[in-house]
């Protein structure tokens, strides 16, 4: 008899099991919501001035401030529909306003640099393959005399991943500058990923660093290493530790 209650009672118990696992397979609970987006906060580079590049955001993830090199250069973002319309810096001896212009797919066309009391001393002019940055042009105002005249060309070639390559750096013998071509090419990529993705592109320590939003030279991080030239100066310095703090 208690056998038979047993076996009764397992029978019982099986569908309610195989219902309460039907409802549990079959239930969905509400979608999760995406993870934060990545901002970099810092980047800091052993025996520079630290931090090197430092960013802030505002409630919307987008850039309201940067520095460089401890603050050599402050810069207060300005928007307009979404997008930057000046960048400013704010030290005491320097002003300068950088003004961005759009085409008619959002992209940067050209950035004008106009100092503390509104002059146009230079401006920088972009051109894209589709989203991906290939030339940027810089042109100074000549002094004395009208007009502007190109100091330098920066052109860009990409790995088939879509990762920059190559970075050509021209600059042409004007007003006591010497003609010179410099080349870096970047290598061995690893698989973390690039969290510089706004298009910081900032060569010259002593020049102003400008955004380019939606643009992404290095969707991971690169390794480098040096490749001797001939004819050309080939700028590929040996690996050093860069530490980028992140906030999410």
Known sequence: MKNMRCKYLLLGIVPLVLLSC????????????????????????????SPYYHFEYNTTGTISFASFASDLTRYDFVYDGGRISE???????????????YDNEGRVLFIQYTDSLGA???ESFFTYDGQKLVKAERFHKREPGPGTVIDRVMTMAYNADGNLQELTDYRPAIDGQNESTFVDRFEQYDNKINVDGFGRLHPDFFEHLFILPGVQLQKIIPGKKHVPGTVLIIRLIIPIPIIRTMLL
């Open 87 to 101: 960048m400013r810096n704010n030290i005491i001896v320097n002003k300068d306003r950088l003004q961005y212009t």
């Open 120 to 122: 146009f001393y230079a």
């Open 22 to 49: 039907k409802k549990e397979k079959g239930t969905t609970g509400p979608t999760p919501p995406p993870p934060p987006a990545v901002l970099l906060k810092d980047i800091v580079i052993p025996n520079l001035p």
